[in-house]
């Protein structure tokens, strides 16, 4: 007995507490579909305020693009320039020099004369200048002779080395050296263009770059 009296008090403690668990879960409930409601109700709102915005942003926006087409560019305004005219004097303008006054003589400022040099200066100037062309010419006919006969002599020698080479290549500056001219550049040299002066008359070949042979007999 004891037992089943224990189970039933033990059944209604339970019954109790879920009756007490069912009375706040119904108050959660109702808390939440206030709550819900209001979230609603505050979702139109916003809803509502955002699309006034918009309506009123497109409006503005159409006004001030008008109002911009609608606006008139002030012209810029021109000045009127008076020009100022200087007054002319009534009387006669001067177009000459002043007169002199009465009694006055009047200088003239004639040029000054050369002095004349005297008439053999002049002719020994003439002379001289004639002389110069002739003195000129024989310097340059005495120039011509001297190279002439220079590279006359360097060219027998050059000549006379190549009868005696047999017809081998030689080089310009072994001819130099044989002919004693290998003592600078410049004597070196010398031989090159003669060397070259006789390529070109045909009286030596040119077997090759920087070399020379004799021609055949």
Do not use: C, W
């Amino acid at each position: 007995m004891v037992s089943v009296a224990h189970t039933a008090q033990s059944i209604e403690i339970t019954a109790e507490n879920l009756q007490e668990e069912l009375r706040r879960l119904e108050v959660q409930r109702q808390a939440l579909e206030r709550e819900l409601a209001a979230v609603v109700a505050h979702l139109g709102s916003v809803r509502t305020t955002l699309n006034a915005l918009q309506d009123l942003m497109q409006v503005a926006t159409l006004a001030s693009g008008e109002a911009a087409v609608g606006v008139a560019v002030p012209k810029p305004v021109r000045a009127k320039v008076t020009e100022a005219v200087e007054p002319t004097p009534s009387g006669p303008t001067p177009s000459g020099p002043a007169p002199a006054p009465d009694g006055a003589a009047v200088v003239r400022a004639e040029p000054e004369a050369r002095p004349q040099r005297p008439e053999g200066q002049q002719k020994q100037q003439k002379q001289q200048k004639q002389q110069k062309p002739a003195r000129t010419a024989r310097r340059g006919e005495r120039g011509d002779r001297q190279t002439d006969g220079k590279y006359g002599r360097l060219t027998e020698q050059i000549m006379d080395f190549f009868a005696g080479t047999g017809g081998a290549d030689v080089r310009a500056r072994d001819v130099a050296a044989a002919l004693g001219r290998d003592t600078d550049a410049g004597s070196i040299n010398a031989v090159r263009s003669t060397l070259d002066r006789l390529v070109a008359t045909s009286r030596v070949q040119r077997a090759g770059r920087g070399l020379y042979r004799a021609n055949p007999s």
